[in-house]
């Protein structure tokens, strides 16, 4: 991006042209989802000077519904844990049906290392707004319905913020514009991530069967031919049901999307079950191709958040811990780059080691859920030294400086592999299947269009 002296102008009522001031601040936030909303209030507290720039207005509508355990200490940090619990459905755990009806669930209560033992189901509109208002009451400089379109980088290290007409000069820039990829985009960056191509289509509902007891809060992950679908209950009695497909079979579809998305959950018998009297009270969701990456995590005087770092297919509800975790290990460490810039690069690769070798955990098993294998292995768990608590602690998000959970996840590791070998048939066929599947690109344009 190009270096300039152009100064942004506005026109007084007089039509009189007059040149705005660039505002000056230490860091400023692209985007005010969970990883801005974080990352702006834990660094306004340590008394930075912050602006955070979101393109809409809170609250909106945000897709990522269902929390992890280890989300909980974050919320504590924040100070919103009880407000956000007063608003949200208690999760004791994730359940994954059976074929005949019946359902495994895997319990956030029986994890290898003590943790919160719940997670909380939240309306984004809502989650979102609590941590918009929480930033703004830590001093940040919170600008909605603003939103960033040009960023320069000049030869003297300045960064230029270039947002509604006004023109910002951080010290530091984080950008957490989520599957916008504000940055990666225009830097390049952007990787799609070959090896999970999926889209999703989704809405919430009425009347849908919850679980008993217990497991009224749970998150159900089912399977179907093509992909898995999500049930999550929200508060109100309105649940969230999506499914994620494969490529291939979002491009068989013929109909409108709501047809095409009844037909997909009813594959299922037991969610047909669940959802016999459900009622749709929201518009039908499509995001398409949704898997990537960006190469580069930082660069000089700025890094990536959350989404806008990287999106992994949402099967074990990790993004938004994802991003509120990267949010908080990155704002410690842009508070260190402030005080000691000398040691930025440093500082940053550490970052990126440590959060890259968390996501990793995450990547391997969603790359394997739809396998046999895998199928196999979640109906019929084993707590082979303690191999079924550590896979509870996966999916409850304790996979960073986690070494008994990690090796435990490399003994299941082995155990997969055996179990694939001895199920070869069938996993060979569902490798070759999914490679042919992975082959198919849609894009979210056609998706769109196809749905008008
Ligand atoms: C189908 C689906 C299901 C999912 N289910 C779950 C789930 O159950 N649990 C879970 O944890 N996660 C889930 N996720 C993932 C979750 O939605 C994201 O990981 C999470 O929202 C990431 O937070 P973020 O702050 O990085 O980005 P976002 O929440 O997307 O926030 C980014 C913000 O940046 C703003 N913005 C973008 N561009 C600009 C710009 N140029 N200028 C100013 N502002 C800008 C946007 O308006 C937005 O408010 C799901 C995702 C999908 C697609």
């Known amino acids: 991006m190009e270096s300039s002296e152009i100064r942004p102008e506005r026109h007084d009522d007089s039509g009189n042209t007059t040149t705005v001031a660039p505002i000056t601040c230490d860091v400023l936030v692209i985007g ?58 208690l999760k004791h755990g994730a359940d994954f049906p ?18 919160a033992g719940y997670a909380f189901q939240v309306r984004r509109s809502d989650f979102d707004k609590i941590l918009w208002d929480n930033a703004i009451t830590a001093g940040v400089d919170a600008r909605d319905n603003t939103k960033v379109d040009r960023v320069e980088f000049g ?31 225009k830097l390049g960056l952007k990787r799609k991530n070959d090896r999970h191509a999926s889209a999703a289509i989704f809405s919430h509902f009425r009347n849908v069967q919850r679980r008993e007891g217990r497991d009224a809060g749970n998150i159900s992950i089912y399977r179907h031919a093509n992909g898995w679908i999500w049930v999550i209950p929200l508060a109100d009695g309105v649940t969230s049901v999506g499914a994620v497909c494969f490529p291939e079979y979002l491009k068989q579809r013929r109909g409108d999307q709501e047809a095409f998305l009844m037909q997909t959950l009813m594959s299922v018998p037991d969610l047909d079950e669940r959802m016999r009297d459900a009622e749709r009270v929201a ?5 398409g191709n949704y898997a990537y990456e960006c190469s580069e995590m930082h660069g000089r005087h700025w890094s990536l958040l959350g989404d806008a770092y990287a999106f992994v297919d949402p099967m074990f509800s990790s993004g938004v811990y994802l991003a509120m975790k990267s949010a908080e290990g990155c704002a410690g460490m842009v508070d260190d780059i402030l005080r000691a810039p000398a040691h930025e690069a440093s500082l940053q690769r550490r970052f990126q080691r440590r959060f890259d070798s968390g996501l990793d955990e995450f990547k391997w098993f969603i790359y394997r859920f739809t396998s046999p294998t895998m199928k196999h292995l979640f109906a019929n768990p084993r707590d082979f030294l303690g191999v079924e608590r550590a896979i509870v602690s996966m999916l409850s998000g304790d996979v960073f400086d986690a070494k008994p959970v990690l090796r435990r996840l490399r003994i299941f590791r082995v155990i997969y592999a055996i179990t694939a070998l001895g199920m070869s048939g069938r996993a060979f066929a569902a490798w070759r299947n999914r490679r042919r599947q992975l082959g198919v690109e849609v894009r979210e344009e056609t998706l769109q269009r196809d749905a008008q």
Not at 62 to 70: D, F, K, V
Not at 177 to 185: A, I
């Open 32 to 89: 005010g989802g969970p990883a801005g909303s974080t990352a702006s209030t834990l660094l306004a507290r340590n008394g930075w000077r912050v602006v955070m720039l979101e393109k809409a207005e809170h609250p909106r509508f945000h897709i990522g519904e269902s929390l992890l355990p280890q989300n909980m200490p974050i919320l504590e940090r924040l100070g919103v844990h009880d407000v956000v619990r007063d608003c949200s459905t």
């Open 98 to 115: 059976n074929d005949n009806g019946s359902y495994e669930v895997f319990d956030f209560g029986k994890s290898l290392r003590p943790q």
């Open 155 to 185: 030869d003297d290290d300045a960064i230029i913020v270039h947002a509604e007409g006004q023109e910002f000069r951080p010290r530091y820039l984080l950008d957490a514009s989520g599957r916008d990829t504000f940055l990666g985009g």
């Open 283 to 287: 518009p039908v969701h499509v995001t």
